[in-house]
């Protein structure tokens, strides 16, 4: 089930800035707990975007950032690529879920 | 280089059972913690369960009771085993590395289950 509320889509034309929202609640995001973003290209395993809000893994561009404040958290995508073309997830850890949750993923067109 | 690898997956029909694999190398399954995670056809992403590196084990509400996540900390292999499988299982289950943050850092390339008859 997926407790965190993301847009189904977003688009933007190349170079321009986007941004994708996630709502959560008082048992995850709003409880403190990290919030997590991921990239799903067509056909491949998601990959580790962001974590701990707005830390990146090495090897991701700096077009990508996150952040978060109170049951809500954001990522932003600066100088949208053609490559950046996919799906994105937020995830967090839901206390009353013992367990992880993912949002509902937007997918990022660009035009 | 860390690398996760699954099988086991195939067609069962429903009621049926079945049990994932994943071989891990480049680091230790037993010392860290490690999710299953699923994707419907065309749906999003899906939280299944975790073994934390003390043992400690949680499921989602939609397959407590049914699937069974373990270890083998001599051939360094995740697994799970899904009993009473429903047409509702039907995904890619893709294992994960998880960091004490609760971020899945390194995926697997999934495997596909599909509950029909």
């Known amino acids: 089930q997926s407790v965190l509320t993301q847009p189904p889509s977003v688009s933007g034309a190349p170079g321009q800035r986007v941004t994708i929202s996630c709502t959560g609640s008082s048992s995850n995001i709003g409880a403190g707990y990290d919030v997590h973003w991921y990239q799903q290209l067509p056909g491949t395993a998601p990959k580790l975007l962001i974590y701990g809000n707005s830390n990146r893994p090495s090897g991701v561009p700096d077009r990508f950032s996150g952040s978060k404040s109170g049951t809500s958290a954001s990522l932003a995508i600066s100088g949208l690529q053609a490559e950046d073309e996919a799906d994105y997830y937020c995830?967090?850890?839901?206390?009353?879920?013992?367990?992880?949750?993912f949002g509902t993923g937007t997918k990022v067109t660009v035009l | 280089e860390v690398q996760l690898v699954e099988s086991g997956g195939g067609l069962i029909q429903p009621g049926g059972s079945l049990r994932l694999s994943c071989a891990a190398s480049?680091?230790?399954?037993?010392?860290?913690?490690m999710s299953w995670v699923r994707q419907a056809p065309g749906k999003g992403l899906e939280w299944v369960s975790v073994i934390y590196s003390g043992g400690s084990t949680y499921y989602a509400d939609s397959v407590k009771g049914r699937f069974t996540i373990s270890r083998d900390n001599s051939k360094n292999t995740l697994y799970l085993q899904m009993n009473s499988l429903r047409a509702e299982d039907t995904a890619v289950y893709y294992c994960?590395?998880?960091?004490?943050?609760?971020?899945?850092?390194?995926w697997g390339q999934g495997t596909l289950v599909t509950v029909s008859s």
């Open positions: 480049g680091f230790t399954v037993s010392s860290n913690y």
């Open positions: 994960a590395s998880t960091r004490d943050d609760s971020s899945f850092d390194y």
């Open positions: 995830q967090s850890y839901d206390s009353s879920l013992s367990g992880s949750v």
